[in-house]
């Protein structure tokens, strides 16, 4: 069985589910029951759908009890444009999705990241670039992640992924790599041994932040599939922080994808079949094998996109300095995990 499946028959649903494709019932995102239910047994429970139903926005539940009329996940959501036309509903959507995405991967994963479990409060601003005024930077800064909604337009995507030489650029990368920057700021400035054991990896952050970015846009771009040693992307080369998010963010996206189940369903209903939950992955395997499950997973995508001749979807490596690095977060994410 799939690790989201209708709590009304067991068919596998997907994030962007609101109806079984099995027993037809009308589904929600129940964050009580961490599982889609059937709306009828949500609304018995005292559980209501999100405000954002109606928009098509969104597929999450409102707890009994809970006054708001938004759910966890919306409230989060603090600036949005004025919704209501297509330019902008349809990029705010996947948007939204991806955020959703993240909140169940570092739930799963035992992280703190919902409303009262941060320090900071964690928050996102998706803006529209508007005229007369500077152009939106996506970036974190205080808890508040903000992104440009332009990234969810894969045109203008694509061109600034071209202009900026990146192998990928995904909207759900973006989030993950902002909740990066997130993490780094609740834990390290508590935690004197990480951060020296992060400056011994990723360098001394110290060095001047805002400099380095402006110097590092302002390099000409040639494109280059190459990886630099001991680096997960080209950005990461731009100041320790950018490396530490971009490596935070290679490490969710290896959790999330040994958790999506790779059986079809008949395999997937017996149990041995199941794919593991992330938060058991990071408590039961070191990072060796985990990276061995990984990329084996990672080597039969390439096989396959190179058999239809597209590029790779996996196109990168994991040498020894990103592994180090990888091992490193590991170990913070258990800590964390664990003193939940
Ligand atoms: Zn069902
Ligand atoms: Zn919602
Ligand atoms: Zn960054």
Redesign the pocket.
């Known amino acids: 069985m799939n690790r989201l499946?209708?709590?009304?028959?067991?068919?596998a649903?997907y994030l962007r589910n609101d109806w079984?494709?099995?027993?037809?019932?009308p589904?929600g995102f129940s964050t009580e029951q961490w599982a889609?239910m059937?709306l009828d047994a949500a609304e018995a429970r005292g559980e209501r759908p999100c405000a954002h139903r109606d928009t098509g926005l969104c597929n999450w539940l409102v707890s009994a009890g809970d006054p708001h009329v938004h759910c966890l996940s919306c409230r989060m959501t603090t600036c949005l444009p004025a919704l209501g036309r297509p330019e902008v509903d349809q990029p705010v959507y996947w948007l939204e999705l991806a955020k959703r995405r993240l909140l169940l991967s570092l739930r799963e994963l035992g992280l703190p990241a919902l409303p009262g479990e941060t320090r900071l409060p964690l928050r996102f601003a998706f803006l529209e670039d508007l005229p007369d005024q500077p152009p939106v930077m996506t970036g974190h800064a205080q808890g508040l992640i903000t992104v440009n909604i332009k990234e969810a337009d894969p045109r203008r995507r694509l061109d600034e992924q071209l202009a900026m030489g990146e192998v990928q650029r995904t909207v759900l990368g973006h989030l993950r790599h902002e909740s990066g920057h997130f993490y780094w700021d609740e834990w390290m400035n508590e935690d004197p041994a990480s951060l020296a054991r992060f400056r011994d990896l990723f360098g001394d952050e110290r060095s001047d932040y805002a400099q380095a970015l402006a110097d590092h846009h302002a390099q000409p771009r040639p494109w280059d599939p190459l990886q630099p040693a001991g680096m997960i992307s080209r950005y990461a080369l731009a100041h320790p922080w950018e490396d530490w998010a971009e490596t935070w963010a290679h490490y969710l996206l290896m959790l999330d994808g040994l958790s999506e189940p790779d059986t079809d369903e008949a395999e997937a209903e017996s149990a041995s079949a199941q794919a593991p939950l992330a938060g058991d992955l990071v408590r039961h395997t070191e990072l060796p094998a985990l990276l061995d499950q990984w990329l084996s997973r990672a080597r039969h995508g390439n096989a396959l996109n190179r058999a239809l001749g597209l590029p790779d979807v996996y196109p990168f490596v994991i040498d020894a300095g990103v592994s180090t690095k990888l091992g490193f977060i590991h170990e913070l994410v258990r800590k964390q995990a664990s003193s939940r």
């Open positions: 499946h209708c709590l009304g028959c067991g068919q649903a079984c494709t099995r027993c037809q019932a589904l889609f059937p």
